[in-house]
């Protein structure tokens, strides 16, 4: 039996075609591959944007993605700027955005002087204790030769500690229920 070849008539168009409008990102939430795919995204567009905007590294240090409060904060403003270019907003969206960005740069200037990242070394932020809380481990600076190759190993290494939480959860499930 001959099947209609998929080139044959004109293209059909589906909902499943319409590109979803930008939705929040919970970091948090995310399965394994969809943290990749935030990543990967996130990590293009923060380079285009440095580049763009000339933004130094006390701004978007090369390391940023060690630190959840740039990451949260970079989302958002990613997110934004996505809604603000969306063909179907109105026109003035990107001022409202470059009006938001101007707040949001001065925000990950102090997270960044905070946490103490550089341009060629990183620490993890300083986490202050609270009473009944164990003494915070002592900081020490990092030295990177290679960012891409860095980054790349950290989201490898996101993204399986997160399959091994979501290959775990699951296993519980079966066993929880098992007759």
Same mark, same amino acid.
């Given at each position: ?5 998929v080139?044959d008539?004109?293209?059909r168009v589906?909902n499943?075609?319409t590109p ?6 919970n ?6 591959h969809?943290l990749?795919q935030e990543?990967?995204?996130?990590n ?5 944007l440095?580049?763009?905007y000339?933004l130094? !590294?006390?701004?978007?240090?090369p390391f ?14 990613h997110?934004h ?8 907003q109105?026109?003035?969206?990107p001022?409202g955005?470059h009006r938001d960005?101007?707040d ?6 102090d997270w960044?002087?905070a946490c103490g990242?550089?341009?060629?070394r990183?620490r993890?932020t300083?986490?202050a204790?609270w009473p009944g809380?164990?003494?915070?481990p ?5 030295k990177?030769?290679d960012r891409d190759?860095e980054?790349?190993?950290? !989201?490898?290494a996101? !993204?399986r ?7 775990e959860f699951?296993?519980?499930l ?6």
């Open positions: 039996m001959d099947e209609a070849d080139f008539g004109p293209p589906t499943a075609d979803e409008p930008p939705h929040p990102v970091w948090n939430l995310l399965t394994a969809e990749e990543w990967l995204a996130l293009r567009w923060v380079d285009w440095r580049r763009t000339g130094q !590294v006390a701004v978007i240090p940023w993605h060690h630190h959840p409060e740039l990451v949260w904060e970079l989302s958002a403003l997110l700027w996505l809604a603000a270019y969306d063909p179907e109105n026109a003035s969206a001022l955005w960005f101007a949001a740069r001065q925000r990950l200037r960044v002087t990242t550089h341009g060629d990183d993890p300083r986490q204790a809380d164990e003494p915070a002592a900081i020490q600076d990092v990177f030769t190759s980054f790349v190993e950290f !989201v490898i996101q !993204v500690k997160r399959q091994e939480a979501e290959d699951y296993a519980n079966a066993d929880d229920g098992a007759p």
